[in-house]
T-cell receptor, first 111, second 110 residues
Framework: DTGVSQNPRHKITKRGQNVTFRCDPI?????LYWYRQTLGQGPEFLTY????????KSRLLSDRFSAERPKGSFSTLEIQRTEQGDSAMYLC?????????FGPGTRLTVT | RKEVEQDPGPFNVPEGATVAFNCTYS??????FFWYRQDCRKEPKLLMS???SGNEDGRFTAQLNRASQYISLLIRDSKLSDSATYLC???????????FGKGTTLSVSS
């Protein structure tokens, strides 16, 4: 399968714990995006990278959130001191420039 | 005013029906437009890009009216497998963040 992959697919954590998600984009896609989706809403943009450079961050990305793409390939999204409001589907997408292709997402539940 | 607005539905139609979804966007500088399809608890999948001249892909036709800041999707001869949420998506600048509507839910019944 040469699509976008994300791990883990599901994560249940207790409030206050740190979590990290990984995204592997489609090979040779230089742009990588993170979105968050809650029930009944469309995905909301968090941040994106062109190669290893983080070019834009949404106001949704509080200081508890950090994203990296160290070698311009895979990316990680870390949430520190999780809160119940962080419960959502975290989606990664990659793009060669125009259209974006999404991975299956990581569903986070904070208890 | 939300950046991308859609009628949430649900639209309940019988097989074979024609159904149309509408969407409006607020930023007149928007450059790119898409329709994505999302099945329950799955990721959004690109259905089609939308061009000013209008475009068609089989049973699906998309239209863009830049003057009215309006996008539409027409599905002809609906199939059971078309049941999903259809997301209207706008891009202010190519390559940057996608802005999604909340989605319109379609349920096709036999």
């Amino acid at each position: 399968d040469t699509g976008v992959s994300q791990n883990p697919r599901h994560k249940i954590t207790k409030r206050g714990q740190n979590v990290t998600f990984r995204c592997d984009p489609i090979s040779e896609h230089n742009r990588l995006y993170w979105y968050r989706q809650t029930l009944g809403q469309g995905p909301e943009f968090l941040t994106y990278f062109q190669n290893e450079a983080q070019l834009e961050k949404s106001r949704l990305l509080s200081d508890r959130f950090s994203a990296e793409r160290p070698k311009g390939s895979f990316s990680t999204l870390e949430i520190q001191r999780t809160e119940q409001g962080d419960s959502a589907m975290y989606l990664c997408a990659s793009s060669p420039g125009h259209e974006q292709y999404f991975g299956p997402g990581t569903r986070l539940t904070v208890t | 005013r939300k950046e991308v607005e859609q009628d949430p539905g649900p639209f309940n139609v019988p097989e074979g029906a024609t159904v149309a979804f509408n969407c409006t966007y607020s930023n007149s500088a928007s450059q790119s437009f898409f329709w994505y399809r999302q099945d329950c608890r799955k990721e959004p999948k690109l259905l089609m890009s939308v061009y000013s001249s209008g475009n068609e892909d089989g049973r699906f036709t998309a239209q863009l009216n830049r003057a009215s800041q309006y996008i539409s999707l027409l599905i002809r001869d609906s199939k059971l497998s078309d049941s999903a949420t259809y997301l209207c998506v706008v891009n202010i600048q190519a390559g940057t963040a996608l802005i999604f509507g909340k989605g319109t839910t379609l349920s096709v019944s036999s």
